[in-house]
């Protein structure tokens, strides 16, 4: 008896299972990325290039992505207590479902089709962008640098060292995959999902939070070079936007009752109706 009643229940403890973890990191992902503008990168670069290079090249991004992301969310225990970061997630994922209701709410007619298009303009300009700056990919690829077309007016630019840092990535992993790996961290950075899983790797295991983002981030890179454009035709934004609105208030709920009960167990003198 002894020994069962001096160790704390999970729940108490605060500690989440295994299964609980990977399921919450894996529909984080899915129904934040699905039709989202670094889904349309991905979707769009395989159509122009060998879909295993984009695959790479975008996977590593979200790799390290969700890496730094949980590693971050990691940290914030250490530095405010534990209740205070389940709270702070729990306020998070309110703002995220209450933010994703009012836009389903607002699709309707043609709207979510309009909006997927929108995110389909702002993907493509961003492709466009990037390769149109510096030494063309075409060029690098065939190792015609010196003979390539006429410099534009900003080939004369003196290149930055992180201009240095990608060409010399390329000539290492090929153009393909830097374009893919850049364009991908860069629409990541700040997005939903990074946060979401920032305020998860806080809650949660770090290496599990890990492992079920970067689950989650596989399935959604490889739906989108192998028929994304496809699919992002097909697929109902408004019921999307709705179930990820639904999911993360549910998550905001849960994260609400771990920090009540994360309280509970911090002794403070908030009896009622009684005396010990």
């Not at 008896?1 to 299972?17: I, Q």
């Not at 295994?18 to 039709?35: C, N, Y």
């Not at 080939?155 to 060409?167: D, Q, V, W």
Request: glycine letters at 8%.
């Amino acid at each position: 008896m002894s020994s069962l009643s001096s160790s704390p229940p999970p729940s108490a403890a605060g500690e989440s299972t295994f299964l609980e973890t990977m399921t919450q990191s894996i529909l984080l992902i899915l129904f934040s990325e699905i039709g989202d503008k670094t889904f349309l990168i991905a979707a769009l670069l395989a159509m122009r290039h060998p879909r295993l290079l984009v695959f790479s090249g975008a996977f590593a991004s979200l790799l390290l992505m969700s890496a730094l992301s949980a590693s971050l969310g990691h940290i914030l225990p250490s530095l405010i207590p534990r209740t205070w970061t389940q709270f702070a997630a729990s306020v998070l994922f309110l703002i995220f479902g209450l933010k994703m209701a009012a836009e389903a709410k607002q699709m309707t007619g043609d709207a979510g089709n309009e909006k997927m298009r929108e995110e389909m303009r702002e993907a493509e300009e961003e492709i466009a962008e990037d390769e149109g700056e510096g030494i063309p990919m075409e060029s690098l690829e065939e190792g015609r640098a010196a003979d390539g077309p006429p410099p534009s007016p900003k080939s004369h630019k003196k290149p930055t060292l992180l201009e240095g840092a990608r060409n010399f990535s390329s000539l290492i992993f090929g153009p393909v995959f830097v374009q893919a790996f850049v364009l991908t961290f860069l629409g990541e950075w700040g997005d939903r999902s990074q946060i979401a899983t920032i305020a998860l790797g806080a809650a949660h295991n770090v290496y599990l939070v890990t492992l079920g983002t970067i689950m989650g981030h596989s399935f959604c890179t490889a739906l989108a070079v192998i028929g994304g454009r496809y699919i992002s035709t097909k697929i109902s934004v408004k019921h999307v936007t709705w179930s990820g609105a639904i999911l993360f208030l549910i998550f905001s709920v849960l994260y609400f009752y771990e920090a009540c009960v994360e309280w509970g167990n911090v002794e403070v003198p908030l009896h009622i109706g009684g005396h010990e």
